[in-house]
């Protein structure tokens, strides 16, 4: 992919690290669990969800009586997270659905996953779809069956192949009281390449040889800000009916959080842990995106951060939210899924 020919705005040194000092010492939730409405009779997609924040999601949407689809890589995972969600909580009159074999790490397996989602939901609203499993690799080699950097498949790949077979489900003018899709994204995208956090030459890494890639948090990084363009170009392409059905897209920075992400990541990482949150407040952040009521179609595209408000991302991944740069993106991720997306 070329250099964007956009200027790149001067990123401010003082914003990125107040930015990235908030996101350990955050404001206190906006929007928490006795807030949240009655969710029976509306149906969540959550992903990445027999662990950490995704399984708090999970547990938090099932006390409302939501019926949850719960998207996994692994479904003994799944089904144990599943038992334990429903004896904590046996007066939920919702249930939960576990869907196993959505490794992200080879898109060949995502549309069976489709499929299967689509069986589960059968005629009922999609009402809230939450694009949260995500990979923080302890290093920079992973590469996917496709021979693409893990983080950057993982991430934004899957997600957005995955979210090709949800449209039709989700784009619907069925239940129209809540439509929601959050792309779960990082205060990491600060740490993403110049400019407009893409390693324009060869963003999937597939003609660097592992050696020369940066470090892994770069990669993270690159992931992130991919999160933050899928979340504003996926309304602006489906702006249509994404208005008529009130639907709100946006991305969430969800915090620093104790929980599986930063497994393999030795002595740093057990040390910044004395810093962070427990897992239940990213979820927190996540259905600050899913569930407020004070959201609007109007707000998609924009940035939540920890535990459940709007910062701006970093200055040059925002200003290619309007110039033409995330779009770009959107176009080379559509290009390397588009063998996989097959008839839906
Ligand atoms: N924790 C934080 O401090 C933090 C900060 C900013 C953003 N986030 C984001 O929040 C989201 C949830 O993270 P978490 O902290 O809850 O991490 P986690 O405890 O590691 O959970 C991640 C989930 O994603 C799944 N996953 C990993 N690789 C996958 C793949 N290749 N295909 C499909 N699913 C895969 C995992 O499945 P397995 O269990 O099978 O591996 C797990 O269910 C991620 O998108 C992460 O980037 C987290």
Known sequence: MLVPEQQEPSCSRCYSTKEIYYGFRPNKPTLTPADYPDLSDKTAVVTGCNTGIGKHVVELLYQKNCNVIGVVRTDAKGEEAKKEIIANNPKSKGNITIIGGCDYLDLEKVPAVGGKIKEALGDKPLNIIIHNAGLMAPDNKGTSVQGYEAMFQTNVLGSQLLQHFLDPLFLKEDDISLKRIV??????????????????EDPLYESVPIAERPSQMTLYGQSKAGNIYQAKIW???????????NCVSVSCYPGNLKTDLQRGWGLSLAIARALMWDGIYGAYSELFGALSPTLKSSDSGKYVVPFGEFHDPREDVKAALTNGVAEKVWEFVEEKIAPFVGDK
């Open 183 to 200: 792309w779960v994204s990082s205060g990491a995208h600060f740490l993403a390449p110049h400019p407009f956090g893409i390693n324009w």
């Open 235 to 245: 309304f602006e392409k489906n702006k249509e009916i994404a208005e008529k059905i």
